[in-house]
């Protein structure tokens, strides 16, 4: 059987036995989804191609150590080091990525914080409001880290509260708790903080 056939199981096992090809074939089929997960965080494309070398040579060090026991959850796995190494770059930094937008069909840029404000209207909520995201952001810097994390996340990453689980290393009922109080909490924030929203 070719080695492309096996799982990613498989191939940490042939990699860890000496076949340094091994692991290029894993990097193969996982470097887009990992570099985008970085990407859509940092923004900054040097930044990410550091952030994901630096994944790949932690990967590289605990494999060589054997100390990889994953249980064939191998994405997951890697995800959660350029998860760590991201949250490490934040923190040296001291400065939290800005909130993402998207642009609608009208060119107006959408907030995807938006429904936390409680309307409906969103195209003309946030066409109303060019300081929603100002004000959005800088009550993100005020969550409790692992709130800002699920938040980020979720949001940033795009990642289901089921792979937040995994990533997090916490049960699906503590990442929905998690971005449920972050909700509630950014509400209580903008309006303690008296930072408009309409």
Same mark, same amino acid.
């Given at each position: 059987?070719?080695?492309?056939?096996?799982?990613?199981?498989?191939?940490?096992?042939?990699?860890?036995?000496?076949? &340094?090809?091994?692991?290029? @074939?894993? *990097?193969?089929?996982?470097? !887009?989804?990992? +570099?985008?997960?970085?990407?859509?965080?940092?923004?900054?494309?040097?930044?990410?191609?550091? =952030?994901?070398?630096?994944? +790949?040579?932690?990967?590289?060090?605990?494999?060589?150590?054997?100390?990889?026991?994953?249980?064939?959850?191998? =994405?997951?796995?890697?995800?959660?080091?350029?998860?760590?190494? #991201?949250?490490?770059?934040? !923190?040296? @930094?001291?400065?939290?990525?800005?909130?993402?937008?998207?642009?609608?069909?009208?060119?107006?840029?959408?907030? @995807? +914080?938006?429904?936390?404000?409680?309307?409906?209207?969103?195209? &003309?909520?946030?066409?109303?409001? @060019?300081? =929603?995201?100002?004000?959005? !952001?800088?009550?993100?810097?005020?969550?409790?880290?692992?709130?800002?994390?699920?938040? #980020?996340?979720?949001?940033?990453?795009? =990642?289901? +509260?089921? &792979?937040?689980?995994?990533?997090?290393?916490?049960?699906?009922?503590?990442? *929905?708790?998690?971005?449920?109080?972050? *909700?509630?909490?950014?509400?209580? #924030?903008?309006?303690?903080?008296k930072l408009e929203l309409i």
């Amino acid at each position: 059987m070719s080695i492309l056939k096996l799982n990613d199981n498989e191939i940490v096992s042939i990699y860890c036995k000496g076949n &340094e090809n091994a692991l290029e @074939i894993l *990097l193969n089929r996982h470097k !887009r989804k990992i +570099f985008s997960s970085i990407y859509v965080i940092v923004k900054d494309n040097e930044l990410a191609n550091d =952030l994901f070398q630096e994944t +790949f040579f932690k990967v590289i060090v605990t494999l060589k150590k054997g100390q990889y026991n994953e249980e064939g959850k191998f =994405l997951p796995w890697v995800l959660r080091i350029a998860r760590n190494l #991201i949250i490490d770059h934040f !923190r040296k @930094i001291k400065k939290m990525p800005p909130v993402p937008v998207y642009t609608n069909d009208k060119g107006e840029e959408i907030c @995807i +914080f938006s429904n936390i404000s409680g309307h409906n209207n969103t195209d &003309e909520f946030l066409g109303e409001n @060019i300081a =929603l995201k100002n004000n959005l !952001r800088k009550a993100i810097k005020e969550l409790p880290f692992d709130q800002k994390e699920v938040v #980020i996340m979720r949001m940033y990453y795009d =990642l289901s +509260f089921k &792979e937040i689980a995994e990533i997090t290393n916490v049960s699906i009922n503590t990442s *929905l708790g998690r971005m449920r109080y972050a *909700l509630l909490n950014l509400k209580k #924030i903008l309006t303690e903080k008296k930072l408009e929203l309409i």
